[in-house]
């Protein structure tokens, strides 16, 4: 059976709205301190591996916990209610497109879907910054004033998989650390360029590996949407 190869689609969203603005941009803030915070403590404890790095789990939930709520909740943000009070900011209505695949004791409760959205953040920032590391470390090797300097991911990227990132037809719906599910409307020429793949996402024939997401300070998205092309018969 021959090998399925990655591809990646590249897309342009519309000018977004300035709410949809200052949302996104407090997610890629975000997303941005937590990666670098991960790769902190990957270097310090010399790990390498996503196997390794589940040891770093519990500190990443409660650093997660309380930058996420620190815009609309200061006066806690450093206190150990800070978990109580992300799930109760939660959208209880995320994921209800994947029931079923939860354990059957987390299933349709909102416990289960915090749960997913916060194992599944902090699988994709730890991807993240293995590869952070990794593309530091080769560029160390022949640029010299890089060398003992600890790798540091700008700001201006997030890379997500499912469901936290996920791909329709028309739009690239992005799932915030509140819970809500953001539409990014794909631009009318990108769109129409790509419809036949897009429509194979969207009805599940082809897979979405990750979705990467580029700011531009004008106020829209590059959208690059990694998939495995179907196996040929």
């Known amino acids: 059976m021959p090998e399925q190869k990655a591809r990646i689609v590249n ?6 709205t300035k709410d949809k603005q200052s949302v996104l941009l407090f997610e890629f803030n975000l997303y941005a ?8 403590l990957m270097i310090r404890k010399q790990i390498n591996s996503p196997s390794k790095a589940e040891s770093l789990k519990e500190s990443f939930e409660k650093k997660l916990f309380i930058l996420a709520i620190s815009s609309d909740s200061p006066e ?4 150990e209610n800070a978990q109580s009070v992300f799930e109760s900011r939660f959208n209880p209505r995320t994921f209800e497109h994947y029931r079923g695949t939860l354990a059957p004791e987390q299933d349709n409760q909102h416990t289960g879907r915090v749960h997913r959205f916060v194992s599944s953040y ?6 993240t910054a293995l590869s952070e ?10 640029v010299r004033s890089l060398g003992g300097k600890t790798p540091f991911f700008r700001f201006g ?12 037809e028309t739009s690239c719906i992005i799932v915030t650390t509140n819970g809500d599910e953001i539409p990014v409307p794909f631009d009318k020429r990108s769109k129409s360029r790509e419809v036949t793949i897009l429509n194979a996402l969207a009805a599940g024939h082809q897979k979405c ?6 700011w531009h300070k004008e106020g829209y998205l590059d959208i690059g949407v990694r998939i495995q092309n179907p196996v040929l018969r």
């Open 76 to 79: 806690i943000a450093s206190s």
């Open 157 to 168: 990227r997030m890379i997500f998989s499912a469901p936290i990132a996920s791909i329709t």
């Open 33 to 40: 301190s937590l990666t670098n915070y991960i790769i902190k």
């Open 209 to 214: 590996d990750r979705v990467r997401l580029k």
């Open 133 to 142: 590391i990794a593309h530091h470390r080769k560029l160390a090797a022949t």
């Open 11 to 16: 897309l342009l969203s519309v000018p977004l």
């Open 122 to 127: 902090f699988r994709d920032v730890v991807r």
